[in-house]
């Protein structure tokens, strides 16, 4: 009833005072037909500037002191749903139309707001998630986004590794706890952070599953772990646990959640599991994965953790060295002393 099927709905209420300077905001002004006749921004650094050639207001009483609007959009972020619902209100009080987004202020949660804009005899529209397409193209949807999270931003103080590896079950549990024991071993306080629902045991320092959360929400959630656990703990050293792989074939779904669990930890450095003769996924290998790793993210692999439980006789940490170049380890009976040395070299080679 109240959500936008095309950008002819959306030119009917022309002009508009647009509420949000980022990406949201620059999009909608970008659309065919679209009139933008003001900006507005609860940001001060952006107050007073200019934003796609127009002033930025401070409010919307400021911004219709100096423009004639028939119509507002709000295009605010997950997480400003307080600062949509005052300018819905107040823009429908002032005879305004509305136009929001389901990131800001999803209409279907806001009953009351639609009953408002039916007595100020103004139209509110949604511009929604269209799960109604996703319905109609695969046959089932959520009842509503799954994107929840708000976005953040946020500079680690602490060096973050991440641990992936070139399918499932290879070792990337096994290999995030060793690197944290070894890290404690030498006096150091490591942090380590489990995107799974099974990385319960020590010395973990708190799991959750990332593939729980929509891939939009992933990397936020990531972020806002390690951001958690230097509030907390002050580690010197992080490590994230990755799931799945970039390359393996055969089970595409994991892969984003893979690379988006990688965009998130925006990682220092990488060590990648591998099991040879794996009995049932089929990885791709230790090269591709390096390289999609390196590709997605502008870090580096330093080492490889091997798991040996399905290798043949002829492999062992010296075959892998020797192959790839660069420092093996076969944590399951040797720890993560070498690994973890092969991140130390790497760190002082960066500073």
Same mark, same amino acid.
């Given at each position: 009833?109240?959500?936008?099927?095309?950008?002819?709905?959306?030119?009917?209420?022309?002009?508009?005072?647009?509420?949000?300077?980022?990406?949201?905001?620059?999009?909608?002004?970008?659309?065919? =037909?679209?009139?933008?006749?003001?900006?507005?921004?609860?940001? +001060?650094?952006?107050?007073?500037?200019?934003?796609?050639?127009?002033?930025?207001?401070?409010? !919307?009483?400021?911004?219709?002191?100096?423009?004639?609007?028939?119509?507002?959009?709000?295009?605010?972020?997950?997480?400003?749903?307080?600062?949509?619902?005052?300018?819905?209100?107040?823009?429908?009080?002032?005879?305004?139309?509305?136009?929001?987004?389901?990131?800001?202020?999803?209409?279907?949660?806001?009953?009351?707001?639609s009953k408002f804009a039916s007595a100020k005899n103004?139209?509110?529209?949604?511009?929604?998630?269209? !799960?109604?397409?996703?319905?109609?193209?695969?046959?089932?949807?959520?009842?509503?986004?799954?994107?929840?999270?708000?976005?953040?931003?946020?500079?680690?103080?602490? /060096?973050?590794?991440?641990?992936? =590896?070139?399918?499932?079950?290879?070792?990337?549990?096994?290999?995030?706890?060793?690197?944290?024991?070894?890290?404690?071993? &030498?006096?150091?306080?490591?942090?380590?952070?489990?995107?799974?629902?099974?990385?319960?045991?020590?010395?973990?320092?708190?799991?959750? &599953?990332?593939?729980?959360?929509?891939?939009?929400?992933? /990397?936020?959630?990531?972020?806002?772990?390690?951001?958690?656990?230097?509030?907390?703990?002050? +580690?010197?050293?992080?490590?994230?646990?990755?799931?799945?792989?970039?390359?393996?074939?055969?089970?595409?779904?994991?892969?984003? !959640?893979?690379?988006?669990?990688?965009?998130?930890?925006? /990682?220092?450095?990488?060590?990648?599991?591998?099991?040879?003769?794996?009995?049932?996924?089929?990885?791709?290998?230790?090269?591709?994965?390096?390289?999609?790793?390196?590709?997605?993210?502008?870090?580096?692999?330093?080492?490889?953790?091997?798991?040996?439980?399905?290798?043949?006789? %002829?492999?062992?940490?010296?075959?892998?060295?020797?192959?790839?170049?660069?420092?093996?380890? %076969?944590?399951?009976?040797?720890?993560?002393?070498?690994?973890? %040395?092969?991140?130390?070299?790497?760190?002082?080679?960066?500073?």
């Amino acid at each position: 009833m109240y959500s936008v099927d095309s950008v002819k709905e959306l030119q009917d209420l022309n002009p508009y005072i647009v509420v949000g300077c980022g990406g949201g905001g620059e999009k909608f002004s970008n659309l065919e =037909g679209i009139e933008t006749v003001g900006f507005i921004d609860d940001d +001060p650094r952006k107050q007073g500037t200019l934003f796609c050639g127009l002033k930025v207001s401070s409010s !919307l009483e400021e911004c219709l002191e100096e423009v004639s609007a028939k119509s507002i959009v709000i295009m605010l972020p997950i997480g400003a749903e307080g600062a949509a619902l005052k300018y819905a209100v107040k823009a429908i009080d002032s005879g305004l139309n509305v136009v929001c987004s389901f990131r800001s202020l999803p209409v279907s949660e806001n009953p009351s707001l639609s009953k408002f804009a039916s007595a100020k005899n103004v139209q509110i529209k949604e511009i929604g998630p269209r !799960l109604d397409v996703v319905e109609k193209i695969a046959g089932i949807a959520p009842e509503r986004s799954c994107e929840v999270l708000p976005k953040i931003s946020y500079t680690p103080k602490a /060096p973050v590794i991440f641990v992936g =590896g070139t399918s499932q079950e290879c070792g990337k549990r096994t290999t995030t706890k060793a690197l944290g024991i070894e890290s404690a071993k &030498r006096g150091l306080t490591p942090a380590i952070i489990s995107t799974d629902e099974m990385g319960l045991e020590e010395p973990t320092d708190f799991n959750f &599953r990332a593939g729980s959360l929509s891939a939009m929400d992933v /990397p936020a959630a990531v972020l806002s772990a390690i951001k958690y656990v230097e509030e907390v703990k002050n +580690p010197d050293i992080i490590f994230i646990e990755g799931q799945s792989s970039l390359t393996e074939k055969g089970n595409p779904h994991p892969r984003g !959640l893979s690379a988006a669990i990688l965009i998130g930890a925006a /990682p220092d450095a990488v060590i990648i599991g591998h099991r040879p003769n794996h009995p049932y996924r089929e990885p791709r290998g230790i090269v591709e994965e390096i390289r999609a790793i390196e590709a997605v993210e502008p870090t580096k692999v330093v080492g490889i953790s091997i798991n040996l439980k399905n290798a043949g006789l %002829d492999m062992d940490e010296c075959y892998f060295e020797h192959t790839y170049g660069l420092p093996v380890q %076969d944590v399951y009976n040797n720890g993560a002393s070498k690994l973890l %040395d092969a991140i130390f070299d790497f760190l002082e080679e960066k500073e």
